[in-house]
């Protein structure tokens, strides 16, 4: 049997490092691939609610590309088998196929086009419903894994284990303090995941009954029937084409029109535990003109403070050049600022971000 590098205890560091820091999975998936003679390590996060969420090293990310393309995941025999097995400890995915299910499985056929072999993975399971996978994969030069490595990458999966539920838990604690902060702002706000099931929602959101409908399954539909068709599409949407997008709510009786605004999560592009995609936000629209406060728009668009001052400067009625010398930045600066601006608001043109800026008034 193999025996723990001296440096062991540095790997189970950097996994606890990546826990708290997302873009250090990379680093903890080399330094076991490196351990374990692996060509690179990958996690996916598997849900009955969401879409299947990945990460791994950046030189196999084009496998995992492959992997996750079209339906190869859900026709995937080697997939079905091992969600069903639920291996406690790391395992030749080998094992649990045949010949010929290995030569026609899609997984099996990216991987040899891309060089690699052999594949061992294990399962953790969450509380919560959701599954974590690690998968380790060899070069095809480098043969199959032995039950000595296997030994070793299971010495790491307590480790990896514990690491994955911390970064779920500080990922919701996060999305769970945006929403409180916007409903101190008397903004009505929920996070929900890739799919659109709701994970958290402040007070305000959850007592607008007549606005936001509960689904099945944790889902949220919006009362106003083509509003609710462009929420949909939207959430749908925001799985390929991470933009801020506003859908407007016709008034009833008894409350103003709205505008719900659904805004990417800008985490890191390695935390993917928690799950949680989308804010959704609502604001009521006023003809009058009153330009929300730049908190308000720093916490809605996620706009670094000069950016927020810049919008506020522009939906007051300023031009580029006024509201650079208002916020003494220069005018080359300021632009480099709007075109950050467009890119977090969805918006192209300074007049409709105007309009989308004006949009945001709070309940309060």
Same mark, same amino acid.
């Not at 820091?21 to 990958?42: P, Y």
């Given at each position: ?9 540095? @790997? &189970? ?26 060509? $690179?390590?990958?996690? %996916?996060? /598997? ?8 990460? $791994? ?38 094992? %649990?196929? =045949? ?7 899609? @997984? ?7 060089? &690699?072999?052999?594949? &061992?993975?294990?399962?953790?399971? @969450?509380? !919560? !419903? ?15 894994? #032995?039950?000595? =490595? ?5 010495? *790491? ?21 945006? /929403?409180?902060?916007?409903? #101190? ?24 009954? #007549?606005?936001? *409908? ?21 959430? /749908? ?6 933009? +801020?997008?506003?859908?407007? +709510? ?7 029109? *709205?505008? &719900? ?11 993917? %535990?928690? !799950? ?8 009521? /629209? ?25 919008? =506020? ?15 003494? +930045? ?25 309009? *989308? ?8």
């Amino acid at each position: 049997m193999l025996e723990m590098p001296h440096d062991g205890q540095a @790997i &189970v560091d950097l996994i606890y490092e990546a826990a708290f820091a997302a873009e250090m999975w990379s680093d903890a998936l080399e330094a076991a691939s490196a351990l374990s003679r692996s060509a $690179g390590g990958a996690i %996916f996060v /598997v849900s009955d609610h969401s879409p299947v969420r990945a990460i $791994g090293e950046a030189h196999i990310q084009p496998l995992l590309d492959a992997f996750m393309a079209k339906d190869n995941w859900a026709l995937s025999q080697s997939a079905r088998r091992i969600l069903s097995a639920q291996p406690a400890s790391f395992v030749r995915i080998d094992d %649990f196929m =045949t010949g010929d299910e290995i030569e026609h499985d899609p @997984i099996y056929t990216s991987a040899r086009n891309f060089g &690699v072999g052999s594949l &061992v993975c294990t399962s953790i399971s @969450i509380p !919560g !419903g959701e599954l974590f996978l690690f998968m380790f994969l060899r070069w095809l030069k480098d043969g199959d894994y #032995d039950q000595a =490595t296997i030994d070793l990458l299971n010495r *790491l999966r307590p480790h990896l284990a514990r690491a994955g539920l911390i970064a779920q838990r500080l990922g919701l604690e996060r999305a769970g303090t945006a /929403v409180s902060v916007l409903g #101190d702002m008397g903004l009505p706000a929920a996070v929900t995941g890739g799919s659109g099931r709701v994970l958290l929602a402040n007070s305000l959101l959850d007592g607008m009954a #007549d606005v936001f *409908l509960s689904l099945a399954h944790g889902g949220m539909a919006l009362a106003d029937e083509p509003a609710n068709a462009l929420f949909q599409q939207a959430v /749908v949407l925001n799985r390929d084409n991470r933009f +801020v997008r506003s859908i407007p +709510v016709s008034a009833t009786k008894g409350r103003p029109a *709205l505008i &719900v605004h659904l805004l990417p999560l800008r985490r890191a592009a390695q935390d993917i %535990f928690s !799950g949680a995609e989308i804010l959704v936000a609502a604001t009521t /629209v006023s003809v009058d003109t009153i330009v929300p406060s730049p908190s308000m728009l720093s916490a809605l668009f996620d706009l670094t403070p000069a950016e927020a001052r810049l919008a =506020t400067a522009l939906a007051s009625g300023r031009s580029t050049q006024e509201a650079a010398m208002e916020i003494g +930045v220069a005018v080359k600066t300021a632009r480099s600022y709007l075109e950050r601006i467009f890119r977090k608001t969805g918006t192209n043109r300074q007049s409709q971000l105007v309009a *989308l800026l004006k949009s945001a008034r709070s309940f309060s």
